[in-house]
């Protein structure tokens, strides 16, 4: 029997869709450093361009771990300290939130009574609560740690109220047909059906923290990526400043990857 048609003499070639992901990776780091040489050779001839910051990145990150005193330490002690505050102060949120999100997701009067609470105080700025904190507290480590608390817990509690708040109907009934006690309740039914969104929030706060203590670090002082940044900024050494931006960014993706990973687990039961 004669095949209609003919056999294309070039076969279809498959490309992995991991092998895909990385070079469009790749291609967009590019095109952000192409952009960049551009911008530092012709309108901003002040910031450093990819090549003498990557080199001052390269030389921190030989000697990380060196400690000459308060004031002269490498940048792997400088994240490490931020890093410390940011899991404070957002374990404290986590602490506040994921209750709190419960409650108000189980109940409708206390959503109704707290949601124009969260409304008002979940877009005030970091920068504006460190002065709150700063006079509660009186010493600029625990009101560091009081601003990323303040700040970081919103992402979880919304999530984790919309995660109870959206179980489904027959999940509540069985519930009582079954007489579940809240503790059964809790166990059984809303911690498994939320905590996809539980994670979420936790990637959404975990995020803002990151983000908020290079601000709180600016402000307090001491010691911390955000002070190394403003101390190099003052010393005059904009090539430090954007190597700690290239390790700020990248711990900051390192901790949204760790938490995307669970987001998934959890997703995925």
Not at 160 to 169: D, F
């Amino acid at each position: 029997m004669e095949r209609l048609g003919k056999e294309s003499p070039f076969r279809r070639i498959t490309v992995p869709t991991s092998l895909l992901m990385g070079l469009n990776a790749i291609t967009g780091f590019a095109i952000l450093l192409l952009a960049w040489y551009i911008l530092s050779h012709t309108i901003t001839p002040q910031l450093p361009d990819p090549a003498r910051t990557l080199g001052v990145f390269w030389q921190l990150l030989t000697n990380p771990f060196y400690n000459h005193g308060p004031n002269d330490l490498g940048i792997g002690l400088q994240l490490w300290l931020s890093l410390k505050r940011v899991f404070a102060g957002f374990g404290l949120g986590a602490l506040i939130a994921v209750p709190l999100g419960i409650a108000v997701g189980t109940s409708e009067g206390l959503r109704a009574m707290l949601n124009p609470v969260i409304q008002i105080l979940r877009p005030i700025s970091p920068l504006a609560w460190f002065p709150v904190g700063l006079a509660a507290l009186q010493a600029s480590e625990p009101a560091s740690i009081f601003v990323i608390a303040i700040t970081s817990l919103w992402p979880t509690l919304i999530n984790t109220a919309l995660g109870v708040g959206s179980i489904p109907q027959d999940y509540r009934n069985v519930a009582k047909v079954f007489a579940f006690s809240p503790w059964t309740y809790l166990t059984r039914v809303v911690l498994p059906h939320s905590l996809p969104y539980v994670f979420t929030g936790f990637r959404l706060g975990m995020g803002t923290a990151w983000m908020v203590i290079v601000a709180a670090e600016m402000l307090a002082g001491g010691m911390g990526i955000g002070f190394f940044v403003w101390d190099s900024y003052n010393s005059g050494q904009l090539d430090y400043v954007m190597a700690s931006l290239l390790f700020i960014g990248l711990v900051g993706w390192g901790l949204d990857a760790l938490l995307a990973g669970l987001v998934r687990r959890f997703s995925h039961g």
